[in-house]
């Protein structure tokens, strides 16, 4: 698995064709450079696999580890909220995506997954009992509900 091509290698012989996609001769350089895609504009704004994500939602949207992490191609950006915060590391939906429905078995796969980890989250802070905070009014549910600050676990209350 390559992990980051040396710039404007074409060393190995392969020949050089267009976007993946849809065959079109052209595909933007600067993705095809940083995360080894050949996409052309069409592509891209057809889809939002070409969007990228943070470290931070790539571990707990898809459930990938750091090791999982370490063969998909990233890309540092200094952080836009302080330059003083730690780079980002982004990742392409796409990739993460393949990674994650391998990893999982699909997108079925992957939402079980949270499903049980959430589960198993859940039933671990019952056991120490739950951290509720104050309820707060739910307007979607009628009534007032409180959440775990812990588990996220939410629970209705009564009001009299
Ligand atoms: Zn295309
Ligand atoms: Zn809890």
Not at 11 to 18: K, V
Request: charged share 30%; aromatic share 6%; with cysteine.
């Amino acid at each position: 698995m390559q992990v980051a091509p040396p710039l404007g290698s074409q060393a190995d012989g392969s020949r050089e064709t267009g976007c993946a996609g849809c065959g079109s001769a052209t595909y933007i350089q600067a993705i095809m450079d940083k995360f080894g895609e050949r996409v052309c504009r069409a592509c891209v704004r057809e889809t939002d696999g070409f969007r990228t994500v943070t470290k931070t939602t790539a571990k707990a949207e898809y459930l990938l580890s750091d090791s999982d992490l370490a063969v998909i191609p990233s890309e540092l950006k200094p952080n836009p909220r302080n330059t003083r915060f730690r780079d980002m590391r982004l990742y392409l939906l796409k990739q993460l995506r393949e990674k994650a429905y391998a990893k999982w078995g699909g997108p079925e796969g992957l939402e079980a997954e949270h499903h049980r980890r959430r589960l198993a989250r859940v039933q671990g802070c019952a056991k120490v009992g739950h951290d509720f905070c104050d309820a707060k009014w739910d307007a979607e549910r009628a009534s007032s509900v409180q959440t775990c600050k812990r588990c996220g676990m939410q629970t209705e209350v009564m009001d009299f």
